[in-house]
């Protein structure tokens, strides 16, 4: 070991004393910004990743569409199972109609699912917030809780829906036919925890919806969702091709990708906020090593008597900030990994100490905080947070090697 | 005989000041030889310890020249003159400049880690702190060493890298009588023992008449002490 790295290393952490302060204290500052980011960037990546999976329950991964009536659905489902990234492949139809429920009218998105597919009840069990899937009939729609909150709906109350055809029947006959809605029952309420879903979807079979929408034995497309470990974009590309013309697939990211790119501006945000609080414990430790530099004044001009070369001084002063970095960094990745690990307790110890129960279930959908802990992410914090100490060791590293040695050693 | 170890040629050096600039040093001549003993002495502030630093390559002179083995070190860089330092001087000082941090047996390897002189480190600096009497306190901080034993202490660390001179300057000015008086002993036959030439920085006149040649520092020049 070179003796400017060996003095390093003393500095730091003196013979003797079981207690070195200054290092604690520069350490501390590097602790806690290493842990508060990776707390935060990972519950950020959590609700990312908790959203992506629930854009893509409702979306599904994939949407094979021709642009047109898609008839021979069975067929295509059939072809799609075949192929080894695909899970499963189902039937759907999708619009929009009007619900009104005592005098108040609302325009939902509707989307029809294939109610023989046990996943896709499967699905929408575990978002129900009231209701049963087997009360889930031809006769009756699923209602987002946005939409049963707006409409007053509840669980076996009737509504009645209104869809465009019927208004177009109404006007090809200059107003002379009845306008006759369809009375349908509210088999269930669900939340997503997406807010576009939950605002205003309605779900219900799909040969209701081929009913409504007078489509035959016909679909809008078939919904694919594809097995573990498989991405989606590239999954999506070579299955259109596999398909051949008229088919093409289409991914919740052509049409839903925005929202999830606020999530990761938002992440950015955080992070450069966060990141803040590195850069200001590294100006601890630049004031520390600083004092620490003039305190050592003597010694240094002792080195160069003893031969040290300034470019030695420097460094070693320059190790004294890596090392605060690198220990810093292993004990905030420590807490860090701590902190997301009980973050539900912490979190609920908090709310139950102010009373504010469960607020989290209501503002997010979320009945605890997700958090996802992507190593890409704790690397490149980890790297920041020893790059930014080294870098702060480097004003005293610069200071120390410029001591005139004769001044130094005449210093009192 | 051979070639000297370091050489003051016409040697001057002044300091500006407030009250206008101080001529410290106005031709200095001095010859180090291999084991040559050379005591200075002089007033407080006549230059001793800024003779000495430029003896050492820490400080260059305003005029004159320094000649290290054969090289003026005047265009050397000061990487290059603190690589050559390190094994050509040791130097001790009146108030020792432990590094605190360090344990004894610790302080003294820093002198040879610093040189370079990392074969048997530990070993030798054992060796020489049993030699200058502290086999016992090898793992004592500093702070709970006596003065004479911190003194003890920086000549084991500047002798540990085998220099050809040893630059002290008045190593005992801080301690007692009695107490200078071993540790000088101990200096002295240490340097003798290894064949170091020894410049001793003194203001004690007994001291001083033990080494080869005397010489007091007055008015910037060097003269011949009795
Ligand atoms: N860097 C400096 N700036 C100004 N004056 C200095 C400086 N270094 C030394 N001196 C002056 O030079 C004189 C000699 O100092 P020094 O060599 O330390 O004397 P000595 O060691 O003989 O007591 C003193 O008057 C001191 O004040
Ligand atoms: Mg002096």
Redesign the interface.
Known sequence: MPWYLYIALRHLFPQGKRFPVYTLMSVTGVVLGEAVLMVVISVFNGFGHEIRTRIADTYGDLRIVTGDLIYNTEDLSERLKSMESVESAVPYAHGLVMLLHKNKPLAPMVEGIDVRSDEELGKYEEYLLAGNMDDFDDDSILVSSGLADQLQLYVGGEVEMYTPLMMLKLLESDGKDMLLPRSVRVAGIFQTGWQRADENTVICTLRLMQDLYNLGEGAHGVRVELNEGYEIEPESRSISDALGRPFFARTWMDTHGDFLSVVQLEKRMMFFLLFIIVIVASFSIMSSLLIFVIRKTREIGLFAAMGATPRQVAACFCYQGLFIGITGTIFGMGLGFTLIHFRNHITSTISRILGVADSMNQIYGFSYLPARVEMADMIGIALLSILVATLAGLIPAYKASRLDPVEALRSE | MSEPLIEAREVSRQFESVEGSIKVLQGVDLCINPGNTISIQGESGSGK?TLL?IL?G??RPDGGSVVWGSSDIANQS??KL??????L?G?V?QSY?L?????AL?NVM??G???GMNTDLKERSKALLEKVGLGERMAS?PATLSGGERQRVAIA??LI?EPKVLLADEPTGNLDEATGDSVMGMLQALCVDANVALVLVTHNTNYAARMDSAWILRQGVLEKGS
């Open positions: 310890s630093n050492a820490l400080d000061s990487s603190a690589r050559i330092r390190a094994s001087i130097m000082f400049y590094v605190p941090e360090l344990r610790e820093l002198g880690r610093i040189s901080l660390r500047a890298s």
